[in-house]
């Protein structure tokens, strides 16, 4: 099985590392390179701004290649070259959270997962997306904050505040990404690719 891994994407939904990092590419290739040992699985990262481009010799070893896309050229079509050109989709994950590759690859049948969940696979943490109140589209100013409602059989009204749901948002995404990581792993335990328990503290 092998992972073709949206690098820049996936780096910028962690918080354990930020584009800013001069070392974030190498950070995140070791992680990867770490867990395709583990899993016995192979990978492919792909990073924008390379120079010259193409494969990095330093940061690629035997179950991970690390490519940087060469100048006038975006990662995102390096990507999709690169997942069209790859004859068995049966055996290959794209790991991106770009909307637009997300797109593309479902239109060309290609497996995904969200580079959140990917996070959590690698040991890494995704980031906790902040609910913010939605913008008046006439003024541009914030709409005024709205209780929301969930009816349940002892309390036809419950009110739920918006501290409420700042607090309860970002646990619920976790467990959720959490879910969807360890579905990912049994169905391709049911395949016979034995991968790591999401989450495990091992």
């Excluded at 959720?176 to 049994?186: E, K």
Aim: charged share 30%; aromatic share 8%.
């Amino acid at each position: 099985m092998m992972w073709l891994v949206d690098g820049h994407n996936l780096i910028g939904q962690l918080q354990d590392l930020s584009l800013d990092d001069p070392y974030d590419e190498a950070k995140l290739s070791q992680a990867v390179r770490s867990y395709c040992m583990r899993s016995r699985t192979t990978a492919e990262v792909i990073f924008d701004n390379g120079l010259p481009g193409g494969l990095s010799r330093e940061m690629s070893n035997s179950a991970v290649k690390v490519i940087f896309a060469p100048p006038r050229t975006s990662a995102d079509n390096l990507i999709m070259r690169r997942a069209r050109d790859y004859g068995n989709f049966r055996d290959m994950v794209l790991v991106t959270s770009d909307r637009r590759i997300l797109r593309l690859a479902h239109a060309y049948g290609i497996e995904t997962m969200a580079s959140e969940e990917f996070a959590l696979l690698i040991g890494f943490r995704p980031v906790e997306v902040e609910e913010t109140p939605q913008s008046d589209r006439k003024n541009g100013a914030r709409s005024p904050e709205k209780d929301v409602k969930i009816v349940f059989d002892k309390d036809p009204n419950p009110v739920v505040t918006q501290a409420e749901i700042a607090y309860w948002l970002p646990i619920f995404k976790r467990r959720l990404a959490i879910a969807r990581a360890a579905r990912t792993v049994s169905k391709w335990a049911e395949r016979g690719v034995h991968l790591d328990d999401p989450d495990s503290d091992s």
